[in-house]
């Protein structure tokens, strides 16, 4: 229902924004596993909430109703954004299986480039954050009117900061108390389930 108030349309969106963000995703996961590693964690944190502000901007403005106009876009990301999430599922599995492999701190350090490809990759051939932004939250923007619209980009795009920043420093400040191979592998083990459960939902379930 839309909103009569700047103030309504900006808890609208922060209320709509954290609940739709709040369920662990690919996006979610690697945050996680950055801030638990202390590596790359501020960066990591500003692709993801940057991203997530370009894709709720563009659906409230526009871009969700276009994407529900042409399926054949989101197909395209279905088996593309599958392949990539089977392929981090399988890396994240091997981390897990072998000693060693894990999360510890110093092991296996990636470039900053090479991390903020992956946050990239996840956050874009992932047809699930358009279908969640663009065109569920962005299209609840594009129902207010046109005063109201920034307001509730506003509390989405909040949202979407706090928790992304709650996610990735948080699990930075836990890190010294998880330090432990066994905690390392699980993550990796809970990641590598979740990657392959995204991508196989994405091959079996058409969008």
């Given at each position: 229902m839309p909103a009569s108030t700047p103030f309504a349309a900006f808890a609208q969106g922060w209320t709509m924004g954290a609940g739709l963000i709040l369920a662990i995703g690919a996006q979610n996961a690697l945050v996680l596993r950055q801030g638990l590693r202390r590596e790359h964690v501020a960066a990591v944190v500003a692709v993801c909430t940057l991203s997530d502000w370009l894709l709720i901007l563009l659906g409230v403005f526009g871009l969700g109703a276009l994407i529900q106009a042409r399926p054949e876009w989101l197909e395209l990301l279905r088996w593309g954004g599958a392949i990539f999430l089977l392929a981090y599922a399988l890396q994240a599995a091997r981390r897990a299986w072998r000693p060693g492999q894990g999360l510890q701190a110093g092991a296996g350090r990636a470039s900053l480039g090479a991390t903020l490809s992956t946050a990239l990759a996840l956050t874009y051939l992932n047809p699930h954050v358009y279908l969640d932004t663009v065109v569920l939250l962005g299209g609840l923007g594009a129902r207010q009117s046109a005063a109201l619209q920034p307001a509730?980009?506003?509390?989405?795009?909040?949202?979407?900061?706090?928790?992304?920043?709650?996610?990735?420093?948080?699990?930075?400040?836990?890190?010294?108390?998880?330090?432990?191979?066994?905690?390392w592998r699980g993550i990796d083990a809970m990641v590598a389930l979740l990657m392959a459960g995204l991508g196989v939902q994405l091959l079996l379930q058409p969008l």
């Open positions: 509730f980009a506003a509390g989405a795009g909040l949202a979407s900061a706090m928790w992304f920043g709650l996610l990735g420093f948080g699990a930075a400040a836990a890190a010294p108390w998880l330090n432990q191979p066994r905690v």
